[in-house]
């Protein structure tokens, strides 16, 4: 059976240009592909045609002895200027190769554009910050210094010296990988020579030796939001470690922790305080004075009889919310104190005072009257 005309199996006409017959020939390689049409056994030899239509076209000589002379160009001998059979082992693989560039290229970073590899980005940073309560529900501007890798001044991050410029490396050709044919298939790996930069430095930069970059403290000016807590993270965009070569820079992440505070204890945006009661003001009451956080102070009324444990709520008295969601509460919790190192005479009132007293501790009455019916019951089952 004849075989088909080369620009008829891609599409194109005669007078098409290298560019629009690798166009058609991508096209016709992604369309065709067997990966694509399982359902297709006939797309295999429709594939194969393709390439062999392109491994002709896209040379210039192959290309001319066939519009001269036709399929006749390559059978029986006849020369082409090309050499050799299309359709062949060799040339699948080669056709094979630039449509799996173009299949794959971009996500195994592969020749994209045709340039030079991007440089490479910048590491991350990470600083971690303590601060106050106190500072921690006011937020605080800081200035931190931060130990990293800047852009050389000298060389302005390029890492080759003053009146030179890095050299296209010789071995990838700029890609900044190199491949190798197995097959079908197209191993690739970055190259050994540049590193994956696409370029080497003949004459490094005396300040950097060539890295591009070099070790610095900077100081920067942070601003911490009112609310944060305990593993709160502030990014800073493009204030991490500058990239190798003039590479963009990385971020700097600011972790803070929240240090314990003397008075207060804090449970997300709510605050919570002891405050320490006298056996007589819990018994009688009256009005205390509680500590803010803001450094304040509130006005309490204690009822009469408070038990120790008891539990007050100041609304919006606790931290503001990162985030913006409003501000916490603060709760205080009394403790009552039992009186120490009492003097002979205190030690009499207390006395005539709890023989005065059989009805003024329900708690302690009804514990007892609980505890008489549990051992009468324990008796009962003897």
């Avoid at 060539?210 to 009112?226: C, F, Q, T, Y």
């Avoid at 008891?310 to 916490?328: A, D, E, F, N, T």
Wanted: aromatic share 8%; proline share 4%.
């Amino acid at each position: 059976m004849s075989k088909r005309d080369y620009y008829e199996t891609l599409g194109i006409s005669k007078g098409a240009t290298a560019e629009e017959i690798k166009k058609a020939y991508r096209g016709k390689a992604k369309e065709l592909h067997p990966d694509r049409n399982a359902d297709n056994p006939a797309s295999e030899g429709l594939f194969k045609e393709a390439n062999e239509a392109y491994e002709v076209l896209k040379d210039s000589n192959k290309k001319a002895a066939y519009d001269r002379y036709g399929h006749a160009a390559f059978e029986g001998g006849m020369g082409g200027g090309g050499g050799g059979r299309p359709g062949g082992q060799g040339d699948f693989s080669s056709a094979f190769s630039d449509v799996f560039d173009d299949l794959f290229g971009d996500f195994m970073g592969g020749r994209g554009g045709g340039g030079r590899q991007r440089a490479a980005r910048g590491a991350d940073l990470r600083y971690n910050m303590r601060v106050t309560l106190e500072e921690a529900f006011h937020g605080l501007q800081k200035t931190i210094n931060v130990p990293t890798a800047v852009s050389c001044a000298n060389c302005s991050g390029t890492g080759a010296a003053s009146g030179s410029e890095p050299a296209t490396c010789g071995t990838c050709s700029g890609m900044g990988k190199v491949r190798a044919q197995q097959g079908f298939f197209t191993v690739e790996r970055t190259c050994p020579s540049c590193s994956g930069a696409g370029q080497v430095i003949k004459n490094p930069c005396s300040s950097c030796h060539g890295a591009g970059r070099v070790e610095k403290d900077r100081a920067l000016s942070v601003n911490i939001p009112a609310g944060v807590e305990t593993g709160t993270r502030i990014r800073l965009s493009g204030e991490g470690e500058a990239g190798a070569r003039g590479g963009p820079q990385g971020d700097l992440y600011i972790f803070t922790e929240v240090a314990d505070h003397q008075i207060f204890e804090r449970e997300g945006n709510n605050l919570f305080c002891n405050v320490p009661m006298s056996m007589t003001s819990a018994a009688l009451g009256g009005d205390i004075e509680v500590p803010n956080i803001d450094g304040g102070r509130s006005r309490v009324k204690i009822p009469s009889g408070s038990q120790s444990g008891r539990q007050m709520r100041l609304r919006s008295k606790g931290m503001p919310s990162v985030r913006g969601g409003g501000v916490g509460d603060m709760f205080i919790e009394l403790q009552v104190e039992t009186p120490v190192n009492l003097t002979t005479r205190q030690k009499e009132i207390l006395k005539e005072f709890e023989a005065l007293s059989s009805e003024n501790s329900p708690e302690s009455q009804g514990f007892f009257k609980k505890v008489k019916r549990f051992w009468d019951g324990v008796k009962g089952q003897e």
